[in-house]
């Protein structure tokens, strides 16, 4: 029972201490409020970069044609030099037949081209079609695909997708870097508002030691206060990231800027971005408090 | 059996002063002990080792069977649990009124609020204070912040009670009021009582042990001594 009172009353101190310095608190509220805005921002934007990196995966292939004159035992041999290469997740053959059958389909023009050829002739080209398994090394599979034997080209949206990815993966790097040092200037600050609390209280922090209160009661309500500081700091940045999430989604229809990348679902993401947000300022917090406890507390 | 053990203590101060030389004492339970001494002899130094304000540089320091010096920080409770500590100056929390000044000790160690309530009452019955339970430091008088001080460091019942100069800021009819009541301790409670001072009436009125320091060195060890410092041992 000891322990447990202990603890309520290290809460209550440390609760009431967060009003009694509330121009410091503020301070400390603010950036911690800033710093887990552009967290958010960092997480949204890396997370659907990812979803999206992940659902054009999902469609994009390489078309891979093969020599004319090639024989079907020749097409075996490519098809297994394809099926060891690192890069690819799927291969399936499509022979020259096929192909021109698939074609006068696809629209009516093509099938009167088709239909004013002459019986068995076919100036087409078997190919297969590849996918990868990784977008940016697609440029590297390709030009090892097209040295292969009995390979004639390889066709694939080179460059748009490509070029897109990379520079959404600079910003999303940018992003997290700015993050981290932007969490580090929050751990400080919250450890400076410890400190002015620590030190306004050193009268009875130094009374309490002579008295003989254990280390742990008297570092304890420092600790909670900075876990305050950080979780109430979160809680407009998670409002702000479910409502304008869902805002955004219903605004842009669901996609950023292009059908190609799509967003992710609101529901449950924003809830797991929530906790996330409310994770790091606990933890910012106390983590911050425990520094400063640690450094001006010398006991 | 000695529940106070001095042995060979030196202290010696970064700056290269040495506050304390070469001291032995021993002190029974229950024993009355005057350290006397003139500004910067050592004295206060001495009662800061008994509390693990301060270390020892060399020697040992045994309080209560607890071997001071090799107590570690965070151990250091421990020991101040078992010693009511009464300063010069009070050291009361201005913000808090008499009755929680005294409580907050207990209130710190996790006791529940209805064992706090009595024990704050009866001692500050003891120092004769029970009136005053919701006035605020700042409208007692000096003796009346001594005695919500010498509350405070009995609350805990402790074995030890270390005063040092409680009477340094206080007149001399309020200085033995405050003796009285520290006196009454001694004998009712049976705690044992070590008090710096180098207030020259009381000692010689107390008639209690005396120890003397000169220089940071024991000069003198008397049963029911009197205020001498001219007279080495």
Redesign the interface.
């Known amino acids: 029972?000891?322990?447990l009172?202990?603890l309520f009353?290290s809460i209550s101190s440390a609760f009431k201490s967060v009003f009694r310095n509330l121009s410091l608190s503020i301070a400390s509220l603010t950036c911690i409020i800033i710093t887990l805005m552009i967290v958010s921002i960092a997480i949204i934007f890396s997370s659907n970069v990812n979803y999206s990196t992940k659902e054009i995966e999902k469609d994009l292939e390489m078309v891979v044609f093969v020599k004319s004159e090639t024989t079907e035992e020749k097409v075996k041999e490519i098809e297994s030099n394809l099926q060891v290469l690192p890069n690819v997740e799927q291969i399936s053959y499509v022979d020259k037949e096929t192909a021109k059958e698939d074609m006068k389909k696809e629209n009516d023009t093509y099938k009167k081209i088709i239909e004013g050829w002459e019986e068995g002739e076919n100036p087409l080209d078997s190919y297969f079609i590849v996918k990868v398994k990784n977008i940016e090394d697609m440029s590297e599979t390709a030009a090892t695909i097209k040295n292969l034997e009995g390979v004639d080209t390889v066709n694939y949206v080179e460059d748009l997708v490509e070029k897109m990815v990379s520079t959404f993966q600079i910003i999303r790097n940018v992003l997290i870097v700015t993050v981290v040092a932007l969490i580090f200037v929050t751990a400080f600050l919250i450890s400076n508002t410890i400190k002015i609390t620590i030190y306004s209280r050193r009268?009875?922090i130094?009374?309490?030691?002579?008295?003989?209160?254990?280390?742990t009661?008297?570092k304890l309500p420092f600790i909670f206060e900075g876990l305050f500081l950080g979780a109430f700091g979160s809680i407009l940045p998670i409002l702000v990231t479910i409502y304008s999430y869902v805002f955004l989604y219903d605004k842009l229809g669901g996609v950023l800027f292009h059908p190609l990348l799509p967003m992710m679902q609101p529901y449950n993401f924003v809830f797991k971005v929530g906790l996330i947000l409310l994770a790091i300022g606990s933890v910012v917090g106390m983590f911050g408090s425990y520094k400063a406890v640690r450094k001006y507390l010398k006991? | 059996m000695s529940f106070i053990e001095l042995k060979n203590v030196y202290k010696v101060y970064k700056n290269g002063i040495t506050a304390v030389a070469d001291v032995n004492i021993n002190i029974k339970k229950g024993d009355f002990v005057f350290i006397i001494g003139q500004t910067a002899c050592g004295k206060s130094s001495l009662i800061k080792l008994l509390y693990r304000e301060e270390r020892p540089t060399k020697g040992q320091v045994i309080v209560g069977g607890i071997n001071v010096a090799k107590l570690k920080n965070n151990r250091v409770y421990k020991l101040r649990r078992k010693i009511g500590i009464v300063f010069q100056d009070y050291k009361l929390l201005p913000k808090l009124t008499v009755y929680e000044n005294v409580a907050f000790v207990l209130d710190s160690y996790g006791y529940k609020e209805s064992e706090i309530k009595p024990k704050v009452i009866d001692a500050l019955t003891r120092v004769g204070l029970k009136e005053k339970l919701r006035s605020f430091p700042n409208e007692l008088s000096g003796g009346e912040q001594q005695r919500v001080c010498i509350a405070r460091a009995i609350v805990n019942k402790p074995k030890v009670l270390v005063c040092d100069e409680p009477t340094g800021n206080l007149d001399a009819t309020t200085s033995k009021e405050i003796m009285k009541v520290i006196d009454s301790i001694n004998k009712e409670l049976g705690t044992t009582i070590i008090m710096a001072t180098h207030d020259q009436d009381i000692v010689n009125r107390m008639k209690k042990r005396v120890i003397a320091l000169k220089d940071g060195m024991l000069i003198g060890d008397w049963e029911k001594g009197s205020y001498k410092l001219d007279e080495t041992a």
């Open positions: 029972m000891r322990p009172r202990i009353r009268n009875e130094d009374i309490m030691r002579l008295v003989g209160t254990s280390n009661v008297i006991i």
